[in-house]
T-cell receptor, first 112, second 117 residues
Framework: KAGVTQTPRYLIKTRGQQVTLSCSPI?????VSWYQQTPGQGLQFLFE???????NKGNFPGRFSGRQFSNSRSEMNVSTLELGDSALYLC???????????FGPGTRLTVT | KNQVEQSPQSLIILEGKNCTLQ??????????LRWYKQDTGRGPVSLTI?????NTKSNGRYTATLDADTKQSSLHITASQLSDSASYIC????????????????FGTGTRLTIIP
C-alpha cells in the first residue's frame, strides 16, 4: 500500500504571497491532519479533516485554511505569507478514529 | 496548561550502547502516549502507542514505559545502531470529545539522538 504523499516537497515563496500544499492519504484513510514543524516550536497541530469536514482545529490564524475532497485528498492554503511561516508542513492520515497516524515526508516551505 | 517536556534535548552515544529518553507530561485527562522517530528531512514514524492501562511496550530494540501516576514515560533503546540517529518525539493525547476522534494532541519538542561509530 502506498504511503502518504505530499507535493511539492520544497517550495520558496515571497512574503505576502499565498501557497497551496497538497496531501494524498493512504488508500482507505478518511482522516487527514496537518502540522507545522519548526526548530523552535516543534510540531504544532493545524487542523484535521474527516470526510470533507474539518473536525478539529489548532491555534493558528485564519490565514491558514484547508479543505478535503471526496477522494480524501487534502489541501492546505496559507495566504499573505510571513517570514515566520517558514517551516516543514506535515500531513498525516489515519483510518477513522484509530490512534495510529501515518505521516508524509512533508513540504519544506521557505518564505523570503 | 497541557505540556510535554522531553529530556535531554540532545544526546550523543557510541554505537552499540544503550540509552534512555525521558518524557514528562501534564496533560489531563489522558488518553494515550506515543513515541515517534523522525529522521532528518522525513516525517515522523510511530514507534509505540500506550494507553492508560499499559506500562511497557516494545518494538524491536525500542521499549517504552509509562507511569500514568507520575505522568512520566521513557523510551529505552538497546544496542544502538547508526540508523537510530534521529529525533524522538513524545506525544500525549487527551480523549476525544465525541466518537469522531477529535482528540487533542500535545507534542514534545523532541530529543535529538546521534549515534557515533
Amino acid at each position: 500500500k502506498a504511503g502518504v504523499t505530499q507535493t511539492p516537497r520544497y517550495l520558496i515563496k515571497t512574503r505576502g504571497q499565498q501557497v497551496t500544499l497538497s496531501c494524498s492519504p493512504i488508500s482507505g484513510h478518511r482522516s487527514v491532519s496537518w502540522y507545522q514543524q519548526t526548530p523552535g516550536q516543534g510540531l504544532q497541530f493545524l487542523f484535521e479533516y474527516f470526510s470533507e469536514t474539518q473536525r478539529n482545529k489548532g491555534n493558528f490564524p485564519g490565514r491558514f485554511s484547508g479543505r478535503q475532497f471526496s477522494n480524501s485528498r487534502s489541501e492546505m492554503n496559507v495566504s499573505t505569507l510571513e517570514l515566520g511561516d517558514s517551516a516543514l508542513y506535515l500531513c498525516a492520515s489515519r483510518q477513522g478514529s484509530s490512534y495510529e497516524q501515518y505521516f508524509g515526508p512533508g513540504t519544506r516551505l521557505t518564505v523570503t | 496548561k497541557n505540556q510535554v517536556e522531553q529530556s535531554p534535548q540532545s544526546l550523543i552515544i557510541l554505537e552499540g550502547k544503550n540509552c534512555t529518553l525521558q518524557c514528562n507530561y501534564t496533560v489531563s485527562p489522558f488518553s494515550n502516549l506515543r513515541w515517534y522517530k523522525q529522521d532528518t528531512g522525513r516525517g515522523p514514524v510511530s514507534l509505540t502507542i500506550m494507553t492508560f492501562s499499559e506500562n511497557t511496550k516494545s518494538n524491536g530494540r525500542y521499549t517504552a514505559t509509562l507511569d500514568a501516576d507520575t505522568k512520566q514515560s521513557s523510551l529505552h533503546i538497546t544496542a544502538s545502531q547508526l540508523s537510530d540517529s534521529a529525533s524522538y518525539i513524545c506525544v500525549v493525547s487527551a480523549p476525544a470529545i465525541s466518537n469522531f476522534g477529535n482528540e487533542k494532541l500535545t507534542f514534545g519538542t523532541g530529543t535529538r539522538l546521534t549515534i557515533i561509530p
